[in-house]
């Protein structure tokens, strides 16, 4: 399974406080959102982290924090706090910005929220991070339609396609991260696989 989460900020005290985390202290904070990684993410699956994993803490420390990580699978789409990791062998790719393929379409992953992405009029998703929403940000974009949010440039396929973007930070997500298939479950969105056979199963088939 491939899992997303965002915003980690472990290290980072003052994170507790302009985030309202329900923490003591910076220690409680890192073992429980590693601890929260490690309760849904196994050691196959596959780990996207975008962007901020720490804040203000050396690559050494980094290293062992994500060392208790169990997933072997880890891999960093770099946000504003980052460190440049290229050559450090900690996560297994280190990147800006992603696209992936998968069994519900692409998926477009980048720390920040972005206006329009690569086929968004097609109904790829969209992660982030960076906004420390909480779970009414998500919320509200799942309501919505893609014209409520893309003013110009491309027009949808479809004119009832939802607004396939989402939030992933722990913030956001009750400090857990999240799968693609609740992702997909959330925006209605069925595997490639399972659409196609729906499509069919309808289709009026000659005598």
């Given at each position: 399974m491939i899992f997303f989460t965002s915003d980690l900020h472990l290290g980072h005290?003052?994170?507790?406080?302009?985030?309202s985390r329900p923490f003591s202290c910076v220690d409680e904070m890192n073992q429980t959102l590693i601890r929260n990684i490690n309760d849904v993410v196994s050691a196959e699956d596959e780990l996207w982290i975008l962007g901020d994993f720490s804040y203000?803490?050396?690559k050494e420390e980094v290293?062992?924090?994500r060392?208790?990580?169990?997933?072997k699978h880890v891999h960093l789409i770099y946000g504003n706090h980052d460190k440049d990791y290229s050559t450090d062998h900690i996560?297994?790719?280190v990147q800006h910005y992603k696209e992936l393929k998968t069994d519900y379409g692409r998926v477009v992953l980048f720390h920040y929220p972005i206006l329009e992405w690569s086929a968004a009029h097609y109904g790829s998703i969209h992660l982030h991070g960076h906004i420390h929403s909480t779970?009414?940000?998500?919320?509200e974009n799942l309501k919505k339609k893609f014209e409520d949010r893309i003013s110009y440039g491309h027009k949808a396929k479809q004119d009832d396609l939802g607004l396939r973007i989402y939030d992933v930070?722990?913030?956001?997500?009750?400090?857990?991260p999240i799968s693609l298939e609740r992702i997909a479950e959330l925006m209605h969105i069925l595997p490639v696989k399972e659409s196609v056979s729906a499509i069919n199963t309808y289709v009026e088939r000659p005598e």
């Amino acid at each position: 399974m491939i899992f997303f989460t965002s915003d980690l900020h472990l290290g980072h005290a003052n994170a507790i406080e302009f985030t309202s985390r329900p923490f003591s202290c910076v220690d409680e904070m890192n073992q429980t959102l590693i601890r929260n990684i490690n309760d849904v993410v196994s050691a196959e699956d596959e780990l996207w982290i975008l962007g901020d994993f720490s804040y203000k803490i050396n690559k050494e420390e980094v290293r062992m924090l994500r060392g208790q990580i169990s997933c072997k699978h880890v891999h960093l789409i770099y946000g504003n706090h980052d460190k440049d990791y290229s050559t450090d062998h900690i996560f297994q790719s280190v990147q800006h910005y992603k696209e992936l393929k998968t069994d519900y379409g692409r998926v477009v992953l980048f720390h920040y929220p972005i206006l329009e992405w690569s086929a968004a009029h097609y109904g790829s998703i969209h992660l982030h991070g960076h906004i420390h929403s909480t779970g009414a940000y998500n919320e509200e974009n799942l309501k919505k339609k893609f014209e409520d949010r893309i003013s110009y440039g491309h027009k949808a396929k479809q004119d009832d396609l939802g607004l396939r973007i989402y939030d992933v930070g722990v913030d956001a997500n009750n400090y857990f991260p999240i799968s693609l298939e609740r992702i997909a479950e959330l925006m209605h969105i069925l595997p490639v696989k399972e659409s196609v056979s729906a499509i069919n199963t309808y289709v009026e088939r000659p005598e």
